[in-house]
C-alpha cells in the first residue's frame, strides 16, 4: 500500500465503520492525468449493490474535502468493490463470515486441510468439517487459508431439506 493509500484507508475506514463496513484494503494508482482508487468493503451478512452505492456516495464525499483531497489533487476515479472469492482468509472476521465454505488450509508446519468451516468457537480457532471428522485449527498456525470455489454448491437449507427426503 503508497503512502497515499494508508492515508486514504485511514480517512475511511472510521466513516464507513459507522456503515456497518469494513475497509479490507484500499488501492490508489495514477493513470494518466487521474488516480484511480479501489476501496474493498466486507461486512456481516454480505455486501449488496445497494451498499456498494452508498459507500460510494459516502467516500466520494470524503475523498472531496481535505485532507483526503490533498492525497489525491485532480480529478479521481472511485472503484467500490466486494473482496472475491480468492481473497485470503487473514483475520478472525474473514473465517466468520465464510462460515459453511470449503476451505483450503496450509499449516505452518507444511500439513495440508480442506474442509468446510463449521464455526469459531472463538476468533483464534476454527472448526472445520473434513472427509475424516472435524479438526479444531488455531489460526495463528495457518500458513495460507483460501476459500474454494464450488460450482454446484447446495445452500445449507437445501442440504438439510434434501436430508429429510
Known amino acids: 500500500m503508497t503512502a497515499s493509500a494508508d492515508v486514504v484507508k485511514s480517512g475511511l ?5 459507522s456503515m456497518g463496513v469494513d475497509v479490507e484494503a484500499v488501492e490508489v494508482a495514477k493513470v494518466g492525468r487521474r488516480h484511480v482508487v479501489r476501496v474493498v468493503i466486507d461486512k456481516d451478512g454480505g455486501v ?31 472503484e467500490v468493490t466486494s473482496p472475491g472469492v480468492d481473497r485470503p482468509l487473514t ?16 499449516r505452518r508446519d507444511g500439513t495440508v486441510v480442506d474442509g468446510r468451516i463449521a464455526g469459531m468457537p472463538s476468533e483464534q480457532q476454527v472448526t472445520l468439517t473434513t472427509a475424516t471428522g472435524d479438526v479444531l485449527l488455531d489460526v495463528a498456525t495457518v500458513d495460507s ?10 445452500p445449507a437449507a437445501d442440504e438439510a431439506q434434501q436430508d429429510e427426503e
Open 48 to 78: 449488496d449493490l445497494d451498499l456498494v452505492a452508498a459507500v460510494s456516495q459516502q467516500a466520494s464525499a470524503l475523498l472531496d474535502e481535505p485532507p483526503l483531497s490533498d492525497e489525491l489533487p485532480g480529478p479521481f476515479v472511485l
Open 13 to 17: 475506514s472510521g466513516p464507513l465503520a
Open 145 to 154: 487459508a483460501l476459500v474454494q470455489v464450488e460450482f454446484n454448491r447446495v
Open 91 to 106: 483475520e478472525p472476521r474473514h473465517w466468520r463470515r465464510a462460515t459453511g465454505r470449503l476451505v483450503h488450509v496450509a
